[in-house]
C-alpha cells in the first residue's frame, strides 16, 4: 500500500468554527491538493457567513462533496438523523478513511458502521471535561466505551495524547501529528502606528483567562501604566469583562472592538497575550510566532511544545500577578531573540505541509494494521 495511493477521505465535524474547523479546512485542502478525494460533512446551523464563505472556498476542491445537516452540541435527536447521513456518505463515496474530529465528529465516524477506517482526533472535545460533573462523567463514559470502536487516534498535541490516557486509557493506535500554518503566514506582521501596548484574540470567555488579564492590566495601572490594551473576539463573558474592567477603573484603557483576522489583530498591538486558563494546541500562538509577533502565555495545553526550549518563560495560569509582571518585561525589554527562534521552531515543525504528511502517514500504517 503505497503513501502516495490515492485515498477516498470524508471528514467529520459539527461546528464549523475556531481552531477544529481551520485544522479540517487546512488538512481537506491539502490532501486534496495531493490528488486524495475528500468529502466533508458538517453542522448546518453554527458558523454564520464565514463558515459558509471558507466551506464555498473549499467545495471545488471535495470530489467526495460537501453537505451540512444539523446537529446538536450535546447528545439529542437530532444526533440519529446525522448518524444516518454519516453512515450513508461513508457508503455512497466508498470512503476508505472517515476522519471524525471533535467529540461529536468523532462519536458519528465511530457508530456509522462502516468498513473504512475509523479516525478521531479529539481536539480537546470531552477531554476539557471534569469527570467529577454529572456531563463530564457521561461523556468521558461514552469515550471509554467509543474506544475499541476506533482504529486511529490522531492528537495535535503531546498534552492532549497524555490527557486522553489519564481520563480514558491507552488508546489503541496513536500518534501526535501537531497542527501547523500555511507558508503565507510565515510573512512578519509589525504593529500600526496607533497600535496598543498589549492585544488579546479569541473568545471573551472564563477559559480564555480574559478576567485574568484585565486584573492584571489593573495592577499594571496602579503602577503607573498608561497605556492601552485591545480585546479583540467576541463571547459570553463579553459584558462581565466590560463590567470588572469599569470596576477596576480601566474601562477607558481596555477596547473591545469585536472579532478580527488574525493578521489584522496582530497589527493592534505590540504584544500579544494570551492568557488561558486551558486549551489544546491553539491556532494563535503558531499564527503569532510565524508572524514573529512578540507574546506572552500561560503554560497550558500544548503551548509549551511550540516554544520548546523556551517554555521556560510561560507562566502558570490564573495568577494576575505573574501576567501583569510578564508583561511589564515585555513592554520594557522586549523580546527579539525569543521571537526570532519561536519563528524559526515553527517553520521547522509545524507548518501543513508536515501536518498532512503526518497524517497520511498515520492513515497508511493503521490500514496496513487493520488489515493484518
Same mark, same amino acid.
Given at each position: 500500500m503505497d503513501a502516495k495511493t490515492p485515498l477516498r477521505?470524508?471528514?467529520?465535524?459539527?461546528?464549523?468554527?475556531?481552531?477544529?474547523?481551520?485544522?479540517?479546512?487546512?488538512?481537506?485542502?491539502?490532501?486534496?491538493?495531493?490528488?486524495?478525494?475528500?468529502?466533508?460533512?458538517?453542522?448546518?446551523?453554527?458558523?454564520?457567513?464565514?463558515?459558509?464563505?471558507?466551506?464555498?472556498?473549499?467545495?471545488?476542491?471535495?470530489?467526495?462533496?460537501l453537505s451540512r445537516m444539523?446537529?446538536?452540541?450535546?447528545?439529542?435527536?437530532?444526533?440519529?438523523?446525522?448518524?444516518?447521513?454519516v453512515a450513508a456518505r461513508a457508503r455512497e463515496s466508498a470512503a476508505d478513511v472517515l476522519h471524525g474530529h471533535g467529540a461529536k465528529g468523532g462519536a458519528y465516524v465511530r457508530l456509522a458502521g462502516a468498513s473504512a477506517l475509523r479516525v478521531y482526533t479529539p481536539h480537546g472535545g470531552s477531554l476539557h471535561y471534569s469527570p467529577l460533573s454529572p456531563l463530564g462523567f457521561l461523556y468521558l463514559i461514552a469515550e471509554t466505551a467509543l474506544k475499541f470502536r476506533t482504529d486511529l487516534f490522531l492528537f495535535e498535541s503531546e498534552f492532549g495524547l497524555a490527557t486522553f490516557r489519564r481520563k480514558i486509557g491507552e488508546p489503541r493506535r496513536a500518534r501526535v501529528v501537531h497542527n501547523g500554518v500555511t507558508a503565507a503566514e510565515f510573512e512578519p506582521v509589525a504593529p500600526d502606528a496607533d497600535a496598543a501596548d498589549f492585544?488579546?484574540?479569541?473568545?471573551?470567555?472564563?477559559?480564555?483567562?480574559?478576567?485574568?488579564?484585565?486584573?492584571?492590566? @489593573?495592577? =499594571?495601572?496602579?503602577?503607573?501604566?498608561? %497605556?492601552?490594551?485591545? +480585546? /479583540?473576539?467576541?463571547?459570553?463573558? $463579553?459584558? *462581565?469583562l466590560e463590567a470588572r474592567a469599569t470596576a477596576l477603573g480601566i474601562l477607558h484603557r481596555v477596547h473591545f472592538p469585536g472579532p478580527l483576522p488574525a493578521r489584522s489583530a496582530f497589527r493592534s498591538g505590540h504584544v500579544l497575550v494570551v492568557p488561558s486558563r486551558a486549551e489544546s494546541f491553539?491556532?494563535?500562538?503558531?499564527?503569532?510566532?510565524?508572524?514573529?509577533?512578540?507574546?506572552?502565555?500561560?503554560?497550558?495545553?500544548?503551548?509549551?511544545?511550540?516554544?520548546?526550549?523556551?517554555?521556560?518563560?510561560?507562566?502558570?495560569?490564573?495568577?494576575?500577578?505573574?501576567?501583569? @509582571?510578564? =508583561?511589564?518585561?515585555?513592554?520594557?525589554? %522586549?523580546?527579539?531573540? +525569543? /521571537?526570532?527562534?519561536?519563528?524559526? $521552531?515553527? *517553520?521547522?515543525?509545524?507548518?501543513?505541509e508536515a501536518m498532512t504528511d503526518g497524517v497520511l502517514a498515520a492513515y497508511k500504517e493503521a490500514r496496513v494494521a487493520v488489515s493484518d
Amino acid at each position: 500500500m503505497d503513501a502516495k495511493t490515492p485515498l477516498r477521505i470524508l471528514h467529520v465535524l459539527r461546528a464549523p468554527v475556531g481552531g477544529l474547523f481551520r485544522h479540517v479546512v487546512d488538512l481537506a485542502r491539502a490532501q486534496a491538493v495531493r490528488g486524495h478525494a475528500v468529502g466533508v460533512i458538517a453542522d448546518a446551523t453554527t458558523g454564520g457567513a464565514a463558515a459558509d464563505e471558507t466551506l464555498v472556498a473549499l467545495a471545488p476542491l471535495l470530489r467526495l462533496g460537501l453537505s451540512r445537516m444539523p446537529m446538536s452540541r450535546h447528545a439529542g435527536y437530532r444526533d440519529l438523523a446525522a448518524l444516518r447521513h454519516v453512515a450513508a456518505r461513508a457508503r455512497e463515496s466508498a470512503a476508505d478513511v472517515l476522519h471524525g474530529h471533535g467529540a461529536k465528529g468523532g462519536a458519528y465516524v465511530r457508530l456509522a458502521g462502516a468498513s473504512a477506517l475509523r479516525v478521531y482526533t479529539p481536539h480537546g472535545g470531552s477531554l476539557h471535561y471534569s469527570p467529577l460533573s454529572p456531563l463530564g462523567f457521561l461523556y468521558l463514559i461514552a469515550e471509554t466505551a467509543l474506544k475499541f470502536r476506533t482504529d486511529l487516534f490522531l492528537f495535535e498535541s503531546e498534552f492532549g495524547l497524555a490527557t486522553f490516557r489519564r481520563k480514558i486509557g491507552e488508546p489503541r493506535r496513536a500518534r501526535v501529528v501537531h497542527n501547523g500554518v500555511t507558508a503565507a503566514e510565515f510573512e512578519p506582521v509589525a504593529p500600526d502606528a496607533d497600535a496598543a501596548d498589549f492585544v488579546f484574540v479569541g473568545e471573551l470567555r472564563r477559559l480564555k483567562g480574559v478576567d485574568v488579564l484585565i486584573e492584571a492590566l @489593573a495592577l =499594571l495601572a496602579a503602577k503607573g501604566w498608561s %497605556g492601552s490594551a485591545i +480585546l /479583540v473576539g467576541e463571547g459570553p463573558d $463579553r459584558h *462581565a469583562l466590560e463590567a470588572r474592567a469599569t470596576a477596576l477603573g480601566i474601562l477607558h484603557r481596555v477596547h473591545f472592538p469585536g472579532p478580527l483576522p488574525a493578521r489584522s489583530a496582530f497589527r493592534s498591538g505590540h504584544v500579544l497575550v494570551v492568557p488561558s486558563r486551558a486549551e489544546s494546541f491553539p491556532y494563535i500562538v503558531l499564527e503569532a510566532a510565524a508572524a514573529e509577533v512578540p507574546m506572552v502565555a500561560t503554560r497550558v495545553g500544548g503551548i509549551a511544545e511550540i516554544f520548546g526550549p523556551d517554555a521556560g518563560v510561560l507562566i502558570p495560569p490564573g495568577d494576575p500577578a505573574a501576567l501583569a @509582571a510578564a =508583561l511589564e518585561r515585555m513592554r520594557n525589554e %522586549g523580546a527579539t531573540d +525569543l /521571537v526570532r527562534r519561536l519563528h524559526e $521552531r515553527v *517553520a521547522r515543525f509545524f507548518t501543513v505541509e508536515a501536518m498532512t504528511d503526518g497524517v497520511l502517514a498515520a492513515y497508511k500504517e493503521a490500514r496496513v494494521a487493520v488489515s493484518d
